[in-house]
């Protein structure tokens, strides 16, 4: 058995409750309990991954700590696996050693299995073409929140010299001349494509500027991950970054940043179901945002070294009008679960999601649930954005508090998903909800957690 294999063959065993058969895909949820206890986040899925692949930078081995049992990391160390990279277990819980010493060229059919799986591999174009001159790229995957084009990432690409080949299976790339540093300006401060930008930069030749880059605290734990390995990366005033190329680049020893995403969901379950939850390993830093907008609806925090404690506290305000953004923003992926919470506050809210134009799609499961959210193609309450006139239902009026019921649903994507066991839990009645397996890519042991905190759901 593969290295990986061998250790996801534990961690999949390891991240069901005991009595759960190995795949559960529907789960029969019984609302009206409140989420009470303590549970812990680790690393966060969004940095995690791409210091998978950095890792295939280094001449010798890497240690990520804090790796959560996710999907997206089984997928990622398969997809590096395929290139030779060794993936196991290291001493400590949580620890992956990254081996990428022996890393070669996958074939193509092997790589095509994983098309659909994940929007990683086209973060792997820039450290295979450093290391085997050479890039294949299936179809991405990834949940289907929007377009979710790869512009940015391939005219980066040729900018820094590649050739990008489309082919029926996928991209093949490659850099006849070499990769050289370049100047780059982002239409969008784009997370992948400022990711991309840092992963090829680390090992061209001379000097890169971005300008216009995402700033996400996932992206300085990645600058400080390549910093761990040798890069030089200066992050400066204005969404500028200069990267100076170096020849050669070693593995690292990191602990990954706790994930704020999934911290923040467990807050809004908690302020949902009128619960009392204690998210360990939430930090206030990363998430200040968050907690400003969770206090204005009427939600509770209180910070301490070990993490946050969520609760339902006064009064909300009678109104919220809030726009996701990039960084320092209010993050797109806090948006879904949030508006379960405001589905059971009181008080009119508008959400102006600009990040990405198919966000809000999830509410209309919520509404047949006895939500009465309203969608809009205006962008309201804020500035225009990129989807103004353009079609897309990006804004959402949610009046609350609205009594949810039970109901059958289907996890529509990753957050979304989550969004729905929130409403499942805080609704009266039972719940079907179908397709939970999908949670699994970025909600670590989500069912442990559930039952910890006292939540009623059988496996149907
Ligand atoms: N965009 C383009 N062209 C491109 C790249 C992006 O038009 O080539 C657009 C996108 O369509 C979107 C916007 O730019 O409208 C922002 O996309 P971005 O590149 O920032 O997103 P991403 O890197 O694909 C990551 C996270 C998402 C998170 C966003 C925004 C990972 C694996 N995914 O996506 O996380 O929502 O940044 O913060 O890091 C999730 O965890 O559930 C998730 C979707």
């Known amino acids: 058995m ?5 250790l996801f063959a534990r961690l999949s065993r390891m991240s069901h409750t005991k009595n759960a058969p190995a795949r559960i895909d529907t789960l029969t949820v019984h609302g009206g309990t409140p989420l009470e206890g303590a549970i812990t986040v680790r690393g966060a899925k969004n940095l995690v991954s791409k210091a998978m692949v950095a890792a295939l930078l280094g001449e010798s081995a890497s240690r990520l700590r804090g790796v ?6 089984r997928i990622v160390s398969g997809l590096l696996e395929l290139h030779g990279v060794e993936v196991t277990a290291g001493d400590e819980d949580g620890e992956l050693v990254l081996d990428p010493t022996n890393a070669e060229k996958a074939h193509v059919a092997d790589i095509d299995a994983h098309a ?3 929007r990683i ?7 295979l073409l450093h290391r085997l001159g050479e890039a294949f790229i299936p179809d991405l995957g990834g949940c289907r929140i929007g377009e979710r084009p790869i512009n940015y990432h391939l005219d980066v690409l040729r900018q820094f010299g590649a050739v990008v080949e489309k082919r029926p299976e996928g991209l093949r790339i490659t850099a006849p001349a070499g990769l050289r540093g370049t100047k780059i300006d982002l239409p969008y401060p784009s997370v992948g494509s400022t990711e991309q930008v840092l992963l090829t930069a680390v090992r061209a030749e001379g000097l890169t500027e971005l300008r216009g880059a995402a700033i996400e605290p996932e992206i300085m734990d990645l600058i400080a991950v390549l910093q761990k ?3 030089i990366i200066s992050v400066d005033t204005d969404r500028v970054i200069r990267i100076e190329g170096v020849s050669r680049l070693e ?7 706790n994930d704020r995403i999934e911290a923040a969901s467990w807050g809004c379950a908690a302020l949902a179901t009128q619960g009392d939850v204690v998210v360990r390993g939430a930090r206030q830093p990363e998430m200040m945002t968050f907690l400003n907008v969770f206090r204005k609806i009427g939600g509770a925090f209180e910070v301490d070294d070990e993490g946050i404690r969520f609760w339902r506290g006064g009064e909300a305000q009678r109104s919220l009008v809030l726009e996701t953004d990039v960084h320092p923003g209010f993050m797109t992926d806090w948006q879904q679960p949030l508006v379960v919470a405001l589905t059971q506050t009181s008080g009119l809210s508008i959400i102006h999601e600009t ?7 999830f509410t209309g499961a919520l509404n047949d649930m006895g939500a009465t959210i309203q969608l809009y193609r205006e962008c309201l309450g804020g500035l225009p954005c990129r989807f103004g006139q353009r079609n897309f239902m990006h804004s959402a009026v949610v009046p609350g508090p609205t009594k949810l019921h039970g109901a059958e649903i289907t996890v529509p994507d990753l957050r979304g998903g989550f969004s729905y066991l929130i409403a499942a839990l805080a609704a009266e009645g039972e719940s079907t909800v179908h397709g939970v397996d999908l949670i699994y890519r970025g909600y670590e042991q989500f069912q442990d957690k559930l039952e ?3 939540a009623r759901y059988e496996h149907r």
Not at 121 to 127: F, K, N, Q, R, T
């Open 2 to 6: 593969r290295a990986s294999a061998r």
């Open 68 to 73: 959560p049992e996710i999907a997206d990391v």
């Open 116 to 118: 659909g799986s994940s």
């Open 121 to 127: 591999p086209i973060l792997l174009c820039g450290p």
């Open 229 to 231: 390995m040798g890069a």
């Open 251 to 257: 593995g690292y020893t990191h602990r990954a940043m």
């Open 355 to 361: 990040v990405y134009e198919n966000r809000l799609g």
């Open 452 to 454: 910890a905190l006292g």
